[in-house]
């Protein structure tokens, strides 16, 4: 499956943006679609994912409140609304997509992944 984020930009403390990840190709393998970021000199981090078939969400504790991902299985799109943006939001924003039907929110439980959207929060 091929993957391309969209939708980053720079923002102030407290704004919003909505990532986009369209997904194509062997879409139909794809049980969890996530979102991963990872800030400058710092380790790729989970952010949220998406069971495909239920529309189940999970999150890290960081963003749970704040944040809420969304699948169109029409647009076979994923996306990331994120509110209430902070400064330690910032960071390369990233979706991938994981083919167990076991949800794993490591980095090597994802193997098929886009090429990352800047996320920018000015104090």
């Known amino acids: 499956v091929q993957l391309q984020a969209s939708g980053g930009g720079l923002v102030q403390t407290g704004g919003s943006l909505r990532l986009s990840c369209a997904a194509s190709?062997?879409?139909?393998?794809?049980?969890?679609m996530g979102w991963f970021r990872q800030a400058p000199g710092k380790e790729r981090e989970f952010v949220a994912a998406i069971r495909l078939s239920s529309g189940t969400t999970y999150y890290a504790d960081s963003v749970k409140g704040r944040f809420t991902i969304s699948r169109d299985k029409a647009k076979n799109t994923v996306y990331l609304q994120t509110n209430s943006l902070k400064p330690e939001d910032t960071a390369v924003y990233y979706c991938?997509?994981?083919?167990?039907?076991?949800?794993?929110?490591?980095?090597?439980?994802?193997?098929?992944w886009g090429q990352g959207t800047q996320v920018t929060v000015s104090s």
């Open positions: 991938a997509a994981r083919t167990s039907t076991v949800l794993n929110t490591h980095v090597t439980g994802f193997a098929s």
């Open positions: 190709g062997r879409t139909f393998s794809s049980y969890f």
